[in-house]
């Protein structure tokens, strides 16, 4: 079974340090995501991303964040300054098109940044 | 603003007992709804969906129940069983949106 792969498992961080996720989705899927989910809270999204730019973004996703597929394989999420409130676990997905848009997301393992 | 709610945070059942967690949502433009089961590091994964046409739909164990005049819908498990100890997400999609709206999850605990 194809799997999403992210890296990190889990960051460590000071306040205002830059943090680069990383993900590697499934080869043949077209469309990818960041989602994040603070402790105790819903899953949010944050971005989805398809043929080499941004297709949507929710409104936590300002402008301290941004999203790269720099090489064709890797998927990224940067975060320039850090906040604490940026404690979360960080969930990439992709989706697989031809599959219907319910059910084609695979999830990665998540990456858990917690901010000091 | 919360459009997915999961109002309970954990749910202890017996092995071989029925689970059932629930689920609220409040726009009704969803059209597609989706359970996802979670363990400890790892991602979600797909579990059952139903879709706004439909008010249930059966795999195996699990069921969905969706009552779209409560904007409600519910997953049964029966029997119950130890390895489906995990955190259940519901989830809803909606045609137009490229994204999916989750709940805050409920951790199934089914005791052996």
């Known amino acids: 079974e194809p799997e999403v792969t992210q890296t990190p498992s889990h960051q460590v961080t000071q306040m205002g340090q830059e943090v680069i996720l990383r993900c590697v989705p499934i080869?043949?899927?077209?469309?990818f995501y960041w989602y994040r989910q603070i402790l105790g809270q819903k899953v949010e999204f944050l971005v989805s991303?398809?043929?080499?730019?941004?297709?949507?973004k929710s409104e936590i996703f300002d402008d301290q964040f941004s999203v790269e597929r720099p090489d064709g394989s890797n998927f990224t999420l940067k975060i320039r300054s850090t906040k604490l409130e940026d404690s979360a676990m960080y969930f990439c997905?992709?989706?697989?098109?031809?599959?219907?848009?319910?059910?084609?997301?695979?999830f990665g393992s998540g990456t858990r940044l917690t901010v000091v | 603003d919360q459009q997915v709610k999961q109002n309970s945070p954990s749910l202890s059942v017996q092995e071989g007992r029925i689970s059932i967690l629930n689920c609220d949502y409040t726009?009704?433009?969803?059209?597609?709804f989706l359970w996802y089961k979670k363990y400890p590091a790892e991602g979600p994964t797909f579990l059952i969906s139903?879709?706004?046409?439909?008010d249930k739909n059966e795999d195996g164990r699990f069921t969905v129940f969706l009552n779209k005049s409560a904007k409600h819908l519910s997953l049964h498990i029966v029997p119950s069983q130890p390895g489906d100890s995990a955190v259940y997400f519901c989830?809803?999609?909606?045609?137009?949106?490229?994204?999916?709206?989750f709940g805050t999850g409920t951790r199934l605990t089914v005791i052996p």
């Open positions: 726009n009704s433009m969803f059209d597609y």
């Open positions: 139903i879709s706004s046409i439909k």
């Open positions: 080869s043949n899927h077209l469309y």
């Open positions: 989830a809803a999609d909606q045609t137009g949106a490229n994204n999916l709206f």
């Open positions: 997905a992709s989706r697989d098109q031809t599959r219907g848009r319910v059910y084609g997301y695979t």
């Open positions: 991303f398809y043929n080499n730019e941004i297709s949507e």
